[in-house]
Nanobody
Framework: QVQLVESGGGLVQAGGSLALSCAAS????????MGWFRQAPGKEREFVAA????????RVADSVKGRFTISRDNAKNTLYLQMNNLKPEDTADYYC????????????????WGQGTQVTVSS
């Protein structure tokens, strides 16, 4: 089992940047592929980015491609999401999640979730 805690959310103007972190504790962090998801008010939770256990393979949603970068530091038990050129439509609660599977974009394949961090992008 792994516990996940996100941080780094906040309010930013359109075109700005934010860096989210997800600190993991419990079972060995490198045992899990990791993902970022987001949920805007009134909408379903959606995939943002995922990364393999070793960090060598990543997947990014088309809506954020070229603007968001996922990375991880297994020595620090931490997952990151660098978000650049933010848009108002990026406003959402952002969640990190862990899966026992190989890298996946499917929400239901993630076993463990953090509590979320709020990102608000003003126009």
């Amino acid at each position: 089992q792994v516990q996940l805690v996100e941080s780094g959310g906040g309010l930013v103007q359109a075109g700005g940047s934010l860096a989210l972190s997800c600190a993991a504790s419990g079972r060995t962090f490198s045992s899990y592929a990791m993902g970022w998801f987001r949920q805007a008010p009134g909408k379903e939770r959606e995939f943002v980015a995922a990364i393999s256990r070793g960090g060598g393979v990543a997947r990014v949603a088309d809506s954020v491609k070229g603007r968001f970068t996922i990375s991880r530091d297994n020595a620090k038990n931490t997952l990151y999401l660098q978000m650049n050129n933010l848009k108002p439509e990026d406003t959402a609660d952002y969640y990190c999640a862990a899966t026992d599977r190989v890298i996946t974009v499917l929400l239901f394949e993630y076993n463990y979730w953090g509590q979320g961090t709020q990102v608000t992008v003003s126009s």
